[in-house]
């Protein structure tokens, strides 16, 4: 069965940091592409950014240049590297997985923007 465990969401000012963490399981995860996406209150669930088994990225417009995808097949874990974060960027953050199945989502993590 396919697990995506996310962590490192939490609260943090304007013009913070923080690293999401998304642990996957029952998959062999250097095969597939993952995605982080993210659901703000009152819109719609948004691609945020991708990368491929072969290490190929692409971003949101709304992110590119402030948030870094990466994953380390060795632990079976992508990473969401976010810098200059605004409070648009306030949203659940969801991992995610595309196999043939279907695209198999993690719980979510909370990011809170907000001085």
């Known amino acids: 069965q396919v697990q995506l465990v996310e962590s490192g969401g939490g609260l943090v000012q304007p013009g913070g940091s923080l690293r999401l963490s998304c642990a996957a399981s029952g998959i062999i995860f250097s095969l597939y592409a993952m995605g982080w996406y993210r659901q703000a209150p009152g819109k719609q669930r948004e691609l945020v950014a991708i990368i491929t088994s072969g290490g190929s990225t692409n971003y949101a417009g709304s992110v590119k240049g402030r948030f870094t995808i990466s994953r380390d097949n060795a632990k079976n874990t992508v990473y969401l590297q976010m810098n200059s974060l605004k409070p648009e960027d306030t949203a659940v953050y969801y991992c995610?997985?595309?196999?043939?199945?279907?695209?198999?989502w993690g719980q979510g993590t909370q990011v809170t923007v907000s001085s």
């Open positions: 995610t997985v595309d196999r043939s199945v279907g695209r198999t």
